[in-house]
């Protein structure tokens, strides 16, 4: 008997690069759609660099303390999504200008930042400072709850809407 692992794939158990292919082609297709569920992909892989960008800058900035790291990569990660959801996500780029995506998707990041600042200073009050990472933990759950909250409110906001030819 021989170990799965070891034997040697079959021809018809490695896909061809025509089907690797095709696969990838209907995966980009499928995200470029504008119904809610591609935007809902698009928003979470947005979401995902900008807080990449917001742990960046939260954990070289923690020196300074948690709340000034947290309004740093909060505004400049705000600023980031904004874009990207602008132009990427809803596809709202010819509608909404970036001052206006600013503006507006501005003030819902600050609600946002508001409610993540109130839990930093419970956490850090009731748990004392612990260091960057359970802040960061902290900080992310908060950001969960109100991303949810929030790509509602941009498919509101950025007038998402399927194209009249679809």
């Known amino acids: ?11 018809a158990d ?13 995966l980009a297709e499928r995200l470029r759609a504008d119904d809610a569920g591609a935007q809902f992909t ?5 979401g995902g660099v900008s807080s990449l960008l917001y742990a960046l800058l939260y954990v070289l900035l923690d020196g300074f303390g948690d709340q000034p790291a947290n309004v740093a990569g909060a505004v400049a990660s705000s600023m980031l999504a904004n874009e990207l959801h602008r132009r990427l996500t809803f596809h709202a780029g010819e509608r909404v200008s970036w001052f206006a995506a600013q503006w507006e998707g501005g003030g819902l990041a600050l609600v946002g930042m508001v409610a ?6 419970w956490f850090d009050s009731f748990a004392g400072d612990d260091g960057s990472l359970a802040d960061l ?3 992310a759950v908060v950001t969960g709850a109100i991303g949810l909250i929030r790509f509602a409110a941009l498919r509101w906001v950025f007038g998402a809407r399927t194209p009249d030819h679809a």
Do not use: D, H, I, K
């Open 14 to 26: 490695v896909p061809t690069s025509e089907q690797v292919r095709s696969s990838g082609s209907r």
């Open 137 to 139: 933990a902290v900080v």
């Open 42 to 46: 698009r928003f979470v892989l947005v």
């Open 1 to 11: 008997m021989t170990c799965a692992l070891l034997r040697r794939p079959e021809a």
């Open 116 to 121: 993540t600042a109130l839990a930093l200073g």
